[in-house]
């Protein structure tokens, strides 16, 4: 276990506060719905169902935990669901794509939603976002994919985390990406990139296919922020080292930051605050269970969570944003 980990957790050890004991049967005999943004098979799909398997077991009461996949609009249509329809008893949790955050920012028209107004229960680690390439690419460095005439990579939907990091690539370090879109999640993109359709792609590096790391299939490039993980060949540099004006990396900064959140999960804000607890203190459980931990590594989960109102406080830096980055950074944003 290395340091960042065993640092985390010994943080959490000391984080969860008891919620009151007249609501530690509430979860008894009921099932809380996890209802995860995008298609079965991709990156969130796997970190909603591996939540799953372990969540219930340390929520008084023991609940089930199942998963619901309700994909659209770059996981704005689960948000939709939470906001609208789901019931507001603690009985269901959103786990959204993180980009949004800084999408309600850049595009408030597009995305009208203040993500300070949900209760956060946590995240199991910082989003490690790789941009890679397909092996037969003939590239290992940024300054061999500027050289390319044109790559091609796979997004869903405009905002997402993908499209985010691939106009990255365009914007900030003149790649000459061009980006196919209409793929339901990731899994439909690795299909693509298997078939030749696709060259790469940025992706969380815990999400990629097992097959492909232990294979070789792929060379990573660069990491779009500045966490890292253990089996990350070390030699792949960070967004942040390779820009030289430090108005770019501010512009990055304000571009990544909700990657630090990772894939939350959020309950509506109208939950009660001692379910919200509740949650938390069984999601810093989760994190120090070792049957989690062995099954995390498993699917190559890092561990470094985030838990509750530290969530928040991500938040709230990037909507604090000074206004002349926010407005660089949606020039790269939006096309």
Not at 105 to 118: A, E, M, W
Not at 255 to 279: C, N, Y
Request: hydrophobic fraction near 45%.
């Amino acid at each position: 276990m290395n340091a960042a980990r065993i640092l985390a957790l010994t943080l959490l050890a000391t984080a969860s506060f008891g919620a009151p004991a007249q609501a530690d049967d509430f979860y008894q005999g009921k099932t809380l719905s996890l209802v995860v943004g995008y298609s079965a098979g991709g990156g969130y799909d796997i970190n909603a169902r591996l939540i799953s398997r372990h969540f219930g077991r340390h929520i008084p009461g023991n609940p089930g935990v199942v998963v619901v996949n309700m994909p659209g609009a770059g996981s704005l249509r689960s948000i939709e669901h939470l906001e609208r329809h789901a019931p507001r008893d603690g009985t269901v949790v959103n786990m959204f794509d993180y980009t949004q955050i800084t999408n309600s920012l850049l595009t408030p028209d597009k995305v009208p939603i203040d993500f300070r107004r949900f209760k956060w229960i946590g995240s199991v680690a910082q989003d490690l976002a790789v941009c890679y390439v397909w092996h037969t690419v003939k590239a290992r460095t940024i300054a061999d994919l500027q050289r390319l005439p044109q790559i091609h990579m796979g997004r869903t939907n405009p905002g997402t985390s993908s499209d985010t990091q691939q106009r990255i690539l365009r914007k900030l370090f003149n790649v000459n990406v061009h980006s196919v879109a209409g793929y339901a999640g990731s899994a439909e993109a690795f299909i693509a990139v298997e078939r030749g359709e696709l060259e790469g792609g940025c992706m969380t590096w815990a999400s990629l296919p097992p097959a492909w790391i232990s294979g070789n299939k792929i060379t990573p490039i660069m990491r779009v922020t500045s966490a890292t993980a253990p089996d990350l060949p070390a030699y792949v540099p960070s967004a942040f080292d390779l820009l030289e004006r430090e108005r770019d990396r501010k512009i990055l900064r304000a571009l990544s930051a909700a990657g630090e959140i990772g894939k939350p999960l959020v309950s509506h804000l109208t939950v009660p605050d001692e379910r919200v607890q509740i949650l938390r203190n069984a999601f810093a459980a989760m994190m120090r269970d070792p049957a989690f931990l062995a099954d995390a590594d498993k699917v190559r989960q890092n561990i470094s969570p985030t838990i509750g109102d530290s969530a928040l406080k991500i938040v709230e830096e990037i909507y604090a944003s000074p206004a002349d980055v926010v407005e660089a950074a949606r020039a790269i944003a939006i096309e």
